[in-house]
């Protein structure tokens, strides 16, 4: 597949994804810098993210809603500031954010079918990026309500995986981590409730941090989904992803929850110094099965051992979550049931939707209270393992991708069986409210991206950042990019990757430094095809 000029010197090909060394400025905080010393101009950067979304609508979909116009305005401010002398960290750098986050102007459907009437102002979180200078690109798919880890759904169709369109990018957050992936913009926020910014990272090769609760203000909710939801950014690089972090936290005067701050981009800078790191395999106790894949606890040892040829201490234990589970059900429907009350047309809801608000109507009140009073408890139990530990490493999922429409057609109870078997590792530091970060830990034998998750106590960010970087410095995971190739905007692009994918085929760029994926003979025959 040949080059396309975009007018700005990138050489995307006709996906808009970069091909061979066509690659200038495609970090943020290499756009960030290339802007503030007069290399790139803010117009030149919005015009071919836009491109790039446009080329790849129909077969990625990312986008819910592009700012077009909007933005390359923005771009054009941003440049005469540039011009005047202003510095600001993000001026004139397109971002996306989710579209379950206010921007003025636009709908919040939150992966809803309907009409929304456009919001009148921009949440706090997008206030304060627009602070920083960013220009908002668009808004990306979430699947309805956030409630699950695909992001498909008959109000914008599916979208795919960068690395394989036969299998889904995760959810809820899919979107803004298929347009990082994919090359579409260097960051983009997306929220996590259950794990919803670390298991689209974990299945596109992205870091994906979850911070502590309120770091990230949610106004014009004091907040969200009965305080177990979270704003938090994906990007390829730990340093990407702390430099968004900071742009965007902060609180608003209504906010519930209202952490002091941390100074994210700085710990991605400092040595973590030598760590005591649990290594955990055991999910909490949900009555339902968990298998875990064997390719993800190879990728998810092999970085263990990583870790521990860094000069960490690692080794196996287990936090005691108790029935963690009783406290993450009544916050999550009732949080969904509040969502439902906002939709115009409640006859166009997912039925799955429709369940979980009404479990919502009755697990709220008495049933809410107990839960949410349970919180502290729950701290005391979880957290008396970072007496003996300073993290806890476990996989971020215990599958890799799904196929697209494994789940989006199952009922109520089949999509929560297949859902908590495939994701049981993230939604319990909901629960807490604290801090975690998902980072690449390699890929499947089909080369499909996984990931493992590194948890900390309340208010760790700094050093899970810090540790993120180590590790990010050893294995150079942010190297390795989706082909080209069938993701292109061709209408047998889907069929295309699937035939890879069912070949262990798919097409996968190593550079140097980066280990190449575990094979089904490296994990002694155990692996098994993806998907069948």
């Known amino acids: 597949m040949g080059l396309r000029d975009n007018g700005d010197g990138s050489g995307d090909n006709g996906a808009g994804l970069r091909s061979g060394a066509a690659r200038e400025y495609e970090g943020l905080a290499e756009q960030a810098a290339a802007l503030a010393a007069g290399h790139v101009a803010s117009v030149e950067l919005v015009r071919r993210s836009l491109a790039r979304i446009d080329a790849t609508q129909g077969t990625v979909n990312a986008f819910r809603r592009v700012r077009a116009g909007a933005a390359l305005a923005e771009a054009a401010a941003a440049d005469r500031r540039l011009a005047a002398g202003e510095r600001l960290p993000l001026l004139g750098v397109p971002v996306a954010v989710k579209d379950d986050t206010d921007v003025a102007g636009e709908p919040t459907a939150f992966g809803c079918a309907g009409e929304f009437p456009p919001k009148a102002a921009d949440s706090e ?89 309120g770091r990230i203000s949610t106004w014009p909710d004091p907040e969200a989904f009965q305080g177990i939801t979270v704003l938090g950014p994906l990007a390829r690089t730990v340093r990407d992803a702390a430099l968004l972090l900071d742009a965007a936290a902060g609180s608003h005067d209504g906010d519930l929850h209202r952490p002091r701050p941390v100074a994210a981009r700085a710990a991605a800078d400092r040595d973590p110094g030598r760590l005591r790191i649990a290594l955990s395999w055991k999910p909490a106790f949900t009555g339902t099965p968990k298998p875990l894949h064997p390719e993800v606890r190879s990728a998810v040892t092999a970085l263990a051992r990583t870790l521990a040829g860094l000069g960490h201490h690692v080794e196996e234990a287990e936090p005691d979550y108790g029935l963690i589970g009783l406290a993450f059900v009544p916050r999550a429907t009732t949080g969904v049931r509040e969502w439902v009350a906002r939709a115009p047309d409640r006859t166009l809801l997912d039925r799955r939707t429709r369940g979980a608000a009404r479990l919502g109507r009755l697990l709220g009140g008495p049933v809410l209270r107990r839960a949410r009073a349970a919180e502290r408890r729950q701290h005391r139990r979880v957290g008396a393992l970072f007496g003996p530990y300073d993290l806890i490493l476990t996989p971020t999922t215990a599958a890799p991708p799904p196929r697209i429409g494994t789940l989006a057609k199952m009922n109520g109870w089949q999509t929560d069986r297949a859902m908590i078997a495939a994701c049981p590792y993230a939604w319990p530091w909901n629960v807490l409210g604290w801090p975690g970060i998902s980072v690449p830990a390699g890929f499947t034998a089909g080369g499909l991206p996984l990931g493992a998750q590194l948890l900390g106590p309340s208010h760790s960010e700094p050093l899970l950042i810090s540790l993120a970087a180590q590790l990010e410095g050893e294995l150079r995971w942010y190297e390795r990019w989706p082909e080209p190739g069938p993701v292109a905007g061709r209408p047998e692009a889907a069929g295309a990757g699937e035939r890879a994918a069912g070949s262990g085929e798919w097409p996968v760029r190593a550079r140097r430094g980066e280990p190449r994926p575990a094979t089904a003979e490296d994990l002694g025959g155990a692996a098994d095809a993806v998907g069948r």
């Open 125 to 213: 979180a997008v206030r304060r990026l627009r602070a920083a200078g960013a220009v908002i690109v668009g808004k990306t798919n979430a699947c309805e309500l956030g409630q699950w880890p695909f992001t498909e759904g008959p109000a914008f169709g599916d979208t795919r995986n960068p690395w394989n369109p036969g299998h889904t990018p995760g959810g809820s957050s899919g979107g803004s981590a298929a347009a990082v992936a994919a090359g579409l913009v260097p960051a983009a926020l997306g929220t996590d409730g259950a794990g919803s910014v670390r298991i689209p990272a974990a299945w596109t090769h992205l870091v994906g941090i979850k911070p502590q609760r």
